[in-house]
């Protein structure tokens, strides 16, 4: 979200109502709302479903960020519907909603070698890791017009394809 603010030139701001950081941009003549809770990752459905009834979002109009163990990282991958994945976030989120067919942006952190998950995630990624994460996060900003314009499927397509060419083909 704040890569997306900053680009956008978007002021997030804290509403005590929803309980996260709120802004909004316009793309055409339409409002696009960014929002951060500003709970616990595993207590995010109840503000995200917050705002979500606010402002009329329906769950396939919902685009979820979050964090990816089972992508190495740098790699970023849009997905559509699914389970939570044992993501606390996600399983808030769906929860909350009472749905999951919303679209989800998977960003890439990859497995501890050793250690806790818990403290990985967590913990401060290597300088190698928060590179390739930053940038996996511009490359998904990047197709947030693509996203906007043309649809998921679009946006899916020239993000996985590049995905591919980074790290090989998922199956």
């Not at 990752?41 to 979050?66: D, K, W």
């Not at 519907?81 to 942006?105: A, C, M, P, W």
């Not at 497995?111 to 403290?119: E, I, K, L, W």
Request: a positive charge.
């Amino acid at each position: 979200m704040d890569e997306v603010a900053r680009r956008e030139g978007v002021d997030l701001r804290w509403e005590a109502r929803f309980g996260g950081w709120l802004g909004q941009f316009f793309h055409h003549s339409e409002a696009v709302r960014l929002f951060k809770p500003g709970q616990f990752m595993n207590r995010s459905g109840g503000p995200v479903t917050a705002v979500c009834r606010y402002f009329g979002i329906e769950a396939p109009q919902l685009l979820v960020a979050h964090d990816e163990l089972d992508f190495p990282a740098g790699e970023v991958r849009l997905k559509v519907d699914g389970g939570h994945g044992g993501h606390n976030g996600l399983r808030s989120i769906v929860q909350h909603l009472g749905r999951r067919d919303f679209v989800r942006l998977r960003i890439g952190i990859g497995r501890p070698r050793h250690g806790s998950v818990t403290d990985y995630v967590l913990g401060r990624p290597s300088n190698e890791e928060r590179a390739a994460i930053t940038a996996a996060i511009a490359r998904a900003a990047d197709c947030l017009p693509l996203l906007l314009d043309e649809g998921v499927e679009k946006a899916m397509n020239r993000l996985h394809a590049q995905a591919a060419q980074k790290f090989g083909p998922k199956g």
